[in-house]
């Protein structure tokens, strides 16, 4: 979590720290990365970036989200109340088949997962803020499919979520990684195996 003490917080500044932090964590990862790299490609000084964080096990997650987060929309606790799981992801489904088919997402994903050995601490971090909510909003919805009959009753719903996102996962980082067309058909051909659009 960010510090937010003194002045208020510049959202310009955060962003362009933000942006900083992500594109070196792509080219570098996380040991190549540094609060002084980051404050260098941002144009700030360092004292700007470690008055939002503590340090990059902090950033860290916060620039990887920029990239994940504002590109896929997802659904409210009343969305999932209130719509057809089926429409929820037609809807996100463009977005989320864009953001998969990105380079620069491939690329992400491969520098995440070496972090899971090398800085558990990144790992821990993201997980709790980011991961386990989208998790949790994710079962949600597959719980609201479970009660329209469109998931099994009995289905494990943590293993149906390992499910979808080892399978966007483990197509991306093939040597020939699918482009956005190919991403929609395959993320249809998902969904549709979990219970989330229709056949």
Do not use: C
């Not at 860290?60 to 409210?76: K, N």
């Not at 953001?99 to 690329?107: E, K, V």
Request: aromatic fraction near 6%.
């Amino acid at each position: 979590m960010s510090r937010g003490r003194g002045r208020p917080r510049n959202p310009g500044t955060d962003r362009v720290i933000l942006k900083a932090a992500l594109e070196l964590f792509i080219e570098r990862g996380f040991e190549g990365t540094s609060i002084e790299q980051i404050a260098k490609q941002a144009g700030v000084g360092k004292l700007t970036v470690y008055r939002r964080w503590a340090g990059k096990e902090e950033l860290l997650p916060h620039a990887i989200e920029e990239l994940v987060a504002q590109a896929v929309p997802w659904p409210s606790d009343e969305e999932i109340a209130a719509a057809s799981p089926s429409d929820l992801v037609e809807a996100a489904l463009d977005a989320a088949a864009a953001t998969a088919s990105d380079s620069r997402f491939r690329a992400l994903i491969a520098r995440v997962l070496g972090s899971s050995v090398s800085n558990p601490a990144l790992m821990a971090a993201y997980w709790k803020h980011y991961l386990l909510p989208r998790r949790e909003l994710t079962k949600r919805l597959l719980g609201r499919a479970q009660e329209q009959g469109t998931v099994p009753a009995d289905a494990d719903l943590d293993v149906l979520i390992d499910m979808m996102a080892g399978a966007v996962m483990y197509r991306v980082l093939q040597p020939d990684p699918p482009d956005r067309t190919q991403m929609v058909r395959f993320l249809r051909h998902v969904y549709r195996q979990v219970g989330l659009l229709a056949t």
